[in-house]
């Protein structure tokens, strides 16, 4: 399979990423297009996956967008990278938890070159560093065709987790590599694209 590799350097917002997505992955039923890996940020964004709780949402006042990946509610914001997927698992393994087991192993091998020792965690998907929580999993999966994908905690502004309780967690466990290093963090779309189409190639 033919892996398109895009890389956005402004933001997208997250109706237009999903839309493009949804389009990608009716392409990829019918049999025409190449498969995705998208690298980007979106604005201020707080979405709910499928098992979200009313319960999750401390601001009643923030708008929430509502979408078909699997999770809870979450934020996306500036400083933080959505790894987004298109992948046809009909021409690769038809293996749901390899998937997921590549993009986590993914995740730890970017935040190593940070000398960060991220770990992933059998009962709460996602990758944490220590009891923090540092990325989020969130995949849907529809005739085998495998989207959503990753977001990893850069250098984003923590406190908007204040509004939520994200992934179903206390709204303080959650940190960033600028959080755990205080570095200036660079050349962060090429290293993500780089592992990951690495990676990719395993499924």
């Not at 967008?65 to 979450?74: F, I, L």
């Not at 986590?104 to 009891?131: A, H, T």
Request: with cysteine.
């Amino acid at each position: 399979m033919n892996l398109e590799i895009k890389i956005s350097k402004k933001r997208v917002s997250y109706k237009i990423a999903m839309k493009l997505l949804n389009k990608r992955v009716e392409e990829l039923k019918k049999g025409v297009g190449n498969e995705l890996l998208w690298i980007l940020e979106h604005p201020i964004t707080f979405t709910a996956g499928i098992r979200a709780n009313k319960n999750e949402i401390i601001d009643k006042n923030i708008k929430i967008v509502n979408t078909n990946r699997g999770g809870k509610v979450t934020l996306h914001s500036p400083g933080q990278k959505l790894v987004y997927f298109v992948l046809n698992l009909n021409k690769r393994k038809k293996d749901i938890r390899r998937l997921i087991n590549i993009i986590e192993k993914s995740i730890i091998e970017f935040l190593r070159l940070y000398k960060i020792k991220g770990k992933s965690d059998p009962k709460n998907i996602g990758i944490w560093v220590k009891d923090k929580k540092i990325a989020a999993i969130g995949l849907r999966v529809s005739r085998w065709i495998a989207y959503h994908g990753c977001s990893i905690n850069i250098n984003n502004n923590l406190k908007y987790y204040y509004k939520i309780i994200p992934c179903g967690l206390d709204n303080k466990k959650i940190t960033s590599v600028y959080n755990e290093k205080k570095i200036k963090i660079k050349n962060v779309n090429q290293l993500l694209s780089k592992i990951f189409k690495k990676n990719i190639r395993k499924i």
